[in-house]
C-alpha cells in the first residue's frame, strides 16, 4: 500500500547502507537535503555487512576500494592490509557513518516492499516490510549487485538436519567448524574464499566444484609504516590516478602485448604477473591478453603449469584447470593458499562434471557414485546478480508499470542508473554500472544522481526522467560492445545462474570511456529532455 500523504517525508529516500549507500548519503546530506535511509540488515554495510563468512576480504586494494571524498578521512584511516578482511571493512564503514553523522538518517531492519510513484503529488511512497512509511521527491536504490543469495535447485536441500549456510547470510555469532565434517558446494570468489580458511580446523573439508575456475593468489600483504605514510602523502596524486585509470585500479597497464615478447620473456613476464597483487593479473597482464586468444591461451598454460606445480596429487591438479573457459571467461578469484589447501590430508575435491549430485539427504550429499555424510554443507553458490535485489523491491513507476514487468527481458537502464517510465528514481551500483572496481564505478554514478538532483533543484524541476532515446542509446552501446566481452554467458553476469531469469548482459562493457562520455554529454547538454 502506498504511504500516506501526511505521514512522514523526505526529500531523497535511499535504500540500501553499503558502499554506495552511505556515500550517496553524505552526498545528500551535504547538499542539504533531507534524507531517509533504509536498510534491510541489522548493521550498515551492505556486503560487507551480510558477508562475514571465514576468510572474506577485499580483492581490489583497500585504500583503492575506500571513499576519496574525504581528504580527512583518508588521513585518518589506517588500512591493515593491502586487502582487508571484512571486519576492518565493517568497521571502516562504521566509522564513516559516524565520522559524517550520519548514522541518524539510517533506519535499520528496514527491508523495502514497496515502492510506488505517486504522479499527481510527484512523489515516491515507500514502505518496508515491518509497516515504516515515508514518502519522498526522490527514491535511490543502492541495494547492490550481490545481495540476493542464490541456492541451487538441488532435490532434498532442505531436508538436511546438519548446519547449512549461505556465505552472505553468514550468522553474526561465531560459528564453530572446529572438528566438522563441512561441504563447500562452489568454487567461485567466495568459496575459495571460505576453504582454505577453515581447511585446519574442520575434521574434513569436501568441495564440491562444478566449474574449475582460473584463481591466482592475491599476494596479500601487511601495510608498512612508510607505505602508510607514502599513501598519507599522496592522496591528491593517488585519487587523481584512480579518477583517470579505466578499472579504478592503481597498477601499472604492462604497455606492451604478447606478441612483442618472446616465450622465454612471456614466462619471465607472467611469473611477475603471477606474483603481483589481486587484479593486477588482468589490468597489468599483456595489453592484448583479453583480445588475443592465443596471448589468453599462453597465460592459461603458465597458470596450469603452477597448478600442477602446487598440488601434489595429479587427479586433483588436472580437475582444477578449467578446460572450458579462458582467463577472464568466468570472474576470476584471488586466493590465499587455495591450491596447497589440496594437499592436507583432511581436505576432498569432488568434480561434479564427473559425479553429479543426485540429491541432498539428512545426513549428507549424494553425487553418482556416493553419499558422503555431514555436519555442515556450506552453499557459496553465489547470487541473484545485478537486478535481484532491485526486483524483489515492489518498485511500481508512472502508469502502474512494475519494474518486474518493464524488465521482464532483462534491464533497460541508462548508464545503468536509471529506466525510462520511473521519475525521480535512480539506482547507482545497479545493473549496467560496473565494469572494474566497484566503488570507483559507484561513486561515478552517486555524484552523477546528486549533481543532476541538484541541477534540477536550482532550477525548480520537480521531474526527472531518462529521455527514450538516451537510454536507447545507453542499450544500444551495451548490445554493440557486449560482443566484445570476455565473460562467457553461461555465469551470473548474463543472468545464467538464476533459474527463470532473463538472460541478458548485467555489466557496462564500454567501461569508464563510455560512462564518462554519456555522462559528460548528459552534463554538457544540461540534461535536455530530462526534465517534463
Ligand atoms: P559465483 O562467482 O557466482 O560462484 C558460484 C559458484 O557456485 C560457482 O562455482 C558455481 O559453479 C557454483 N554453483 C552454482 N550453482 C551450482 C549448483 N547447482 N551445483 C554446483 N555448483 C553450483 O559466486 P561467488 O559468491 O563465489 O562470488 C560472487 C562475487 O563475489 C564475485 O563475482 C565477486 O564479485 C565477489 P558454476 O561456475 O556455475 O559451474
New binding site residues.
Given amino acids: 500500500m502506498p504511504a500516506q500523504r501526511t505521514g512522514r517525508r523526505a526529500d531523497v529516500v535511499i535504500v540500501g547502507a553499503g558502499i554506495l549507500g552511505i556515500n550517496q548519503l553524505y552526498r545528500a546530506v551535504q547538499a542539504g537535503l533531507s534524507v531517509q535511509l533504509l536498510e534491510q540488515g541489522a548493521g550498515v554495510g551492505g556486503t560487507w555487512f551480510w558477508n562475514r563468512y571465514p576468510g572474506c576480504r577485499f ?1 581490489s586494494e583497500s585504500y583503492t576500494y575506500g571513499y576519496l571524498f574525504s581528504a580527512e578521512l583518508w588521513q585518518e584511516w589506517d588500512w591493515s592490509q593491502e586487502f582487508a578482511p571484512q571486519p576492518e571493512t565493517e568497521r571502516y564503514l562504521n566509522y564513516v557513518v559516524d565520522k559524517f553523522d550520519l548514522r541518524r538518517h539510517i533506519r535499520l531492519d528496514s527491508k523495502v516492499t514497496s515502492a510506488v510513484w505517486d504522479e499527481a503529488a510527484g512523489e515516491w511512497a515507500t514502505g518496508t516490510e515491518d509497516g515504516f512509511q515515508v514518502r519522498s521527491r526522490y527514491l535511490i536504490a543502492t541495494t547492490g549487485v ?1 545481495s540476493v543469495p ?1 541456492y ?3 532435490p532434498g536441500r532442505e531436508d538436511f538436519r546438519g548446519e547449512a549456510y549461505h ?2 547470510r553468514w550468522p553474526r555469532e561465531p560459528v564453530d567448524l572446529r572438528g566438522k565434517r563441512v561441504a563447500v ?8 574464499q571460505i576453504a582454505p580458511a577453515i581447511a585446519d580446523e574442520v575434521a574434513s573439508l569436501t568441495m ?4 574449475a ?1 582460473w584463481a591466482t593468489p592475491l599476494n596479500n600483504h601487511p601495510i608498512s609504516a612508510a607505505q602508510q605514510a607514502y599513501l598519507k602523502a599522496n592522496f591528491a596524486s593517488i585519487k587523481a590516478r584512480l579518477d583517470a585509470s579505466v578499472g579504478g585500479f592503481l597498477h601499472q597497464p604492462a604497455g606492451k602485448k604478447w606478441t612483442e615478447d618472446t616465450p622465454r620473456q612471456r614466462q619471465e613476464f607472467f611469473e611477475a604477473v603471477w606474483n603481483s597483487p589481486g587484479f593486477a593479473k588482468i589490468s597489468a597482464n599483456y595489453d592484448d591478453l583479453v583480445v588475443n586468444p592465443e596471448a589468453n591461451k599462453d597465460w592459461c598454460a603458465f597458470m596450469a603449469g603452477k597448478i600442477r606445480g602446487i598440488v601434489r596429487d595429479p587427479a586433483t591438479a588436472e580437475k582444477l584447470i578449467p578446460t572450458d573457459h579462458l582467463y577472464i571467461g ?2 576470476p ?1 584471488y586466493v590465499t593458499g587455495y591450491y596447497e589447501m589440496y594437499n592436507k590430508p583432511n581436505v576432498e575435491l569432488v568434480s ?1 562434471r564427473e559425479t553429479p ?1 543426485v540429491k541432498v539427504t539428512e545426513t549428507g550429499i549424494e553425487t553418482s557414485d556416493r553419499l558422503r555424510e555431514f555436519d555442515v554443507i556450506i552453499w ?4 541473484d ?1 545485478g537486478s535481484g535485489a532491485m526486483l524483489r523491491m515492489g518498485v511500481v513507476g508512472a502508469d502502474g508499470l512494475r519494474l518486474a514487468d518493464y524488465w521482464a527481458d532483462g534491464p533497460l537502464t541508462y548508464l545503468g542508473i536509471m529506466t525510462r517510465g520511473f521519475p525521480n528514481f535512480f539506482f547507482p551500483g545497479g545493473p549496467h554500472g560496473a565494469a572494474g572496481n566497484n566503488p570507483r564505478y559507484g561513486e561515478l554514478q552517486v555524484n552523477f544522481v546528486q549533481d543532476l538532483i541538484d541541477h534540477a533543484g536550482a532550477r525548480g524541476r520537480r521531474r526527472i526522467e531518462v529521455p527514450k532515446a538516451d537510454e536507447q542509446a545507453w542499450m544500444d552501446m551495451i548490445a554493440q560492445l557486449e560482443a566484445y566481452s570476455p565473460f562467457q554467458k ?3 553476469y548474463y543472468g545464467a ?1 538464476t533459474p527463470g531469469k532473463p538472460k541478458a548482459y548485467l555489466l557496462n562493457p564500454g567501461g569508464r570511456p563510455k560512462l564518462d562520455e554519456f555522462m559528460a554529454k548528459a552534463a554538457g547538454s544540461g540534461y535536455e529532455g530530462f526534465f517534463a
Avoid at 564440491?208 to 566449474?211: A, K, L, V
Avoid at 557459496?380 to 547470487?383: D, E, L, V
Fill in positions: 580483492d550481490l542464490q541451487p535447485d538441488v556465505p552472505v558446494i562452489g568454487t567461485g570468489s567466495t568459496g575459495v564440491y566444484q562444478r566449474s575456475t568466468l570472474r578469484p561434479l549430485i557459496a553458490t553465489g547470487f546478480f553461461r555465469g551470473q545462474n
